[in-house]
């Protein structure tokens, strides 16, 4: 299979004027001095099919004199010194090598392999052209994720798009390098006139990058805050408000939420800004109540009452404590008809998996007892140690013993099609969304 592969590829190249053969011939004729990973032997594999991220345990050793530095662009090879395909080295993060094309990609892309300039500008296309085939941006929803990292293949780079503001969330030494080249990419985008980045510093620290030494982008004051529409839904969002100001993975599952909620009594646990109820509110639901524990979201969410001209009697929010809220209403024996429980990351590493697994139940088990039998409960978790572990289920199966009721799943979800996820990387699926029915 391989070989006949390796045939068609170089039969297909011979008829192009830039025909190469091998990652490494391209690297010979174009790029001399192109330091070269060398994996060590049966560590191979997982990156041939597709895991971008090659662990510095996965190294045996680095060709190239002078050593490569972070940001620079290496072949990765296997023990025998062959490419299998190109990356960004760094030098000092437990990831030494993010992988960018493999060979038979950089080979059928010559344009492409080892020029990061025009990678970055070939991926951002294709994504845009993927959300377009997506129906985004549209008339109804002008926020949603234009690139997703891993999903997009631009490991470390995430890019939400709030009306004419993009937001660039950067994770990554290589982004900080070719920021005048995202930032070109985006600036090319005709609905776009603004763009801020938002740094997670403590991953940046990680990768090496002095941040003393970034100019911060700060958003101007014109657009601190920004108002957007989301499946017809207006939202003011605060562009220093959490994750890169919004939670545009819900999308779905709020319009989901909207569908059902005609004539029910909604309670939105941990709300933000409001996604869950302001959908229940704009699907008729006869009353909706938000919670939350932040003042800044719980402000916004009052603006966007007033934004979509609803009712202040049918719909309203509360600064809580989520478990606090849910107590003192279990003490008035009050019920709601649908129940949705988002609460923040309650397991941001694998190693508190196990304590963050007691919280989400505990948090259940009273959402569970608030539902009326037979009512239904949305229950997430933006932990992707939890997502991943597949846990999730069960540990909701011991919330629904220990509170008396019977669950059975009516519907399971993740984030919206905006947010892809590459296979060969499953750490970037992060969220679950599980629509219950509470017996
Ligand atoms: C994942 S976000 C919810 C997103 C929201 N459902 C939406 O659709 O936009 C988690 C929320 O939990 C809130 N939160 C964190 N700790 C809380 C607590 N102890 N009680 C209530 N809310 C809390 C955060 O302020 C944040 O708004």
Known sequence: MAVAGRFLLRSFSHSSSTATSTLQEIASNNHKGTAKVVLKKGKTQIFREGSPMVYSGAVDRIIGRPPPKTGDIVLVADGTEKPIGWGLYNS???FCVRIMQLEEEAIGDPLCALNMEKLVERRIDAAVKL???LGLPSKNTNTYRLVNSEGDRLSGLIIDIFGDVAVIASSAAWVEKYKPQIEGCIGRLDAITNICWRRSTEI???EGID???LVEVQPSASTESVKVVENGISYVISLEGQKTGF???QRENRQFIRNI?????VLDMCCYTGGFALNAASGNATSVTGVDSSSPALELANQNIALNHLDTRRISF???DATLFMKDALSRNELWDIVIMDPPKLAPRKKVLQSAAGMYRNLNLLAMKLTKRGGLLMTCSCSGAMTQSGKFLSVLQGAASMSGRKIT????AGAACDHPIDPAYPEGAYLTNILLRVL
């Open 92 to 94: 000092v993060s437990m």
């Open 131 to 133: 959300r377009k085939n």
């Open 204 to 206: 940046l620290k990680e």
């Open 211 to 213: 941040l003393s030494n």
């Open 247 to 249: 939670y545009a993975d």
């Open 261 to 265: 909620s005609e004539g029910q009594r």
């Open 318 to 320: 509360l600064k809580q």
């Open 409 to 412: 799943v009516i519907r399971q």
